[in-house]
């Protein structure tokens, strides 16, 4: 049974929002003399959020100021992380920096090129456009270095899909709106792409899928992967086939417990608790066992059925993965239990 919020979730900012706020805010004490106590800026989709300064500091020929990230109502790693934005005089045109607790790209397929900091485009853009309009405004010069820095970012890279990336030291300065979005799947599915891009730049023949850590980690060693060919997919089995479809690698391996790969046998794409669910009845039917009509959950069918289950799904899971994906990308299925012990395999 789904819940409905009591209140309707509250929105907040990407790191690319934050980090636009401070480098306009930093520009007001280099080129005015004075950090302001609050910033408004121009999101790419016309929002105009007030952004406040934590902290600020003015020195010769620099300054410097800090924002809070609010991540809103959505359990972000880096809400309440304060970004921190430093502009310098530069030799010539905008130039982009990584400070402390910013990663560093060494993988291809990424937006970023190899060897710059993790600083997407569109965020590169907002700080573009809010350096250019200062300068036009002041009669400055647009000759600006911007540094940027999270203090504790080394430490909750670490708990992001960076390092699988190959986004190094750090964390990305992200956004493509400028909003972050309570519980949005987006996020989620854009990294699932970057990963598939970062295989295809990098000649991966092999990559995986798979539901959770424990399917996961049986997968690699059933199949001898590295980290980056380990795709993170969670539920979203339909975003990740729709986008290697488009962009493909030679086989694909997706991995998972019985309960979702059989929600995936009975052709869901979203494996989310609460956007499909086991039809047990269609399930009591194709495996001629009247009983499991009456049961809870597919882990109770399996523990009832056994192997002919196990066997069912794997093969009707590689059928929904097959009807997605071009037949020059070899797939495979593993289904795993609770323990990690493999079911079956297709």
Known sequence: MSRTPEKELRRGWTTGACATAAVQAALGGLWEGRVPSSVQITLPRGETPVFAIERSEIGDSWAYAAIIKDAGDDPDVTHQALIEARVDVSDGGIVFKGGTGIGQVTRPGLPIAVGEPAINPVPREMMQAVVRDSAARLGEAPDI?????????????????????????????LGTTGIVRPFSCAAWIASIHRGIDVACAEGLPHVAGCTGATSERVVQGLCDLPDHAMLDMGDFVGGLLKYLAKHPVPRITIGGGIGKMTKLAQGARDLHSGRSQVDLVALANVLGRPDVAGMNTALQAYETVGNPMADWVAKNALVTIRSMIPDSIAADVVVIDRKGEVLARA
């Not at 540094?147 to 750090?170: C, D, F, H, M, Y």
Request: overall charge positive.
């Open 145 to 173: 270095k911007i540094t940027l820095s999270v203090p504790n970012g080394a430490e909750l890279a670490e708990k992001t899909w960076n390092p699988r990336l190959g986004i190094i030291g750090g964390l990305s300065i």
